[in-house]
């Protein structure tokens, strides 16, 4: 995506600059024509061309062009107002003296047809000021036009480094997030592992096996934030259950079920959905019958739903829950699914319940 976006900014910022001086030419040919055609029509025709063109090149040079890149930069840029106005006279003056030079001694050698002015008088210096005040307001109007694209980039700019830093940022939030989550859920499985070892039961190898796994799995759900298939997902909680009642047996009181099939483009952020369940057997009351932990899910189309609840069972000072991996798997979710999820996770009396939703697409 951020290549997209460079490439983009790249391209258009190329073809501006090639087509800048070509869109001058095309606006100075069209404002020419429309500016000078009736006049020239209401003379029968009887002016010169040639000479409407010089002037019009000496007026768009010297007050349109010289106005722009030298003297607005160099003082109503910089708020010295009195500068402006005193660079703005000089290129008055300095445009008077080359159109009386054209129309009093160019135009005369050209031919007759070509003078405009017998001779000099208030007409000449009345129409070179109102040729002067059009185009110096021209000039600032583009002046400021071409301030506000400026900015306009500038801001588009900001936003892109903006969009790219938080691309960034989420990424490296949702690795710190996994490496929070990952290693707590291993060393819980451990645990367990180490006492069914140490009293050499039987089915010691198929822990060993299953614990291998669902490190295997956790470890590689660590190296992105891509998602993964939701049956892989549901594969680990199957493995994850599995463990718990090798390590409490008859002691475990679970009512587990999966409804539905999941898509092969179903997917899913890993260990989201583990976090919930390890934290019901983890402060839930594992050994009641009548109140077992229950967990539900339900893939219905382009959705996931999921339920998950445990009686609270008292729980020692030094075994209180500090609610990290929940903080941690809500902003992944927040990150990752924004707008497209919904959780809700609560206490109610003596019952802590999670319901999550998911729309795929």
Known sequence: ?????????????????????????????????????????????????????????????????????????????KKKYLGQLLGMLLLLT????????????????????????????????ADSG???TQYFLLS?????????????RENKSLAVKVLEYKLQLNKLEL??????????????????????????????????????EIMSYSTSATKSDDEVPLEEEIRNIERFIELEKYRYGSDLDIDFHVNGSPDKEDQILPLVLLTFIENAFKYGDRNNPDRPITIKIN?????????CSNV?????????????GIANTQKRLELKYSGRYTLSNRAERDEYIVNFYLDFR
């Open 175 to 212: 690795d710190f997030l996994r490496q929070q989550i990952s290693p707590h859920f291993v060393y819980n499985i451990l645990s367990s592992v180490y006492f069914k070892v140490y009293k050499k039961m039987p089915d010691t190898g198929e822990i060993i096996l299953l614990l291998s």
């Open 299 to 307: 893939i219905d189309e382009d959705r996931l739903t999921f339920y």
């Open 94 to 125: 300095i445009y008077i003296f080359f159109r009386y030079l054209s129309n009093f001694y160019l135009f005369p050698l050209l031919g007759e047809e070509y003078i405009t002015y017998k001779t000099l008088s208030n007409q000449f210096f």
């Open 1 to 77: 995506m951020l290549k997209l976006i460079n490439f983009v900014k790249k391209k258009l910022k190329n073809t501006f600059i090639k087509n800048e001086y070509l869109y001058h030419l095309l606006v100075w040919g069209i404002y020419f024509t429309l500016t000078n055609f009736n006049f020239y029509l209401s003379t029968g025709g009887n002016t010169s061309v040639l000479s409407i063109f010089i002037g019009m090149l000496l007026v768009a040079i010297i007050l349109f062009y010289a106005n722009i890149y030298i003297v607005i930069p160099n003082f109503l840029a």
């Open 140 to 152: 600032f109007g583009y002046w400021y036009a071409l301030q506000g694209i400026e900015k306009e």
């Open 312 to 324: 609270i069972q008292q729980l020692s000072t030094a075994k209180k829950s500090n609610k990290i």
């Open 130 to 132: 109102w040729f002067a």
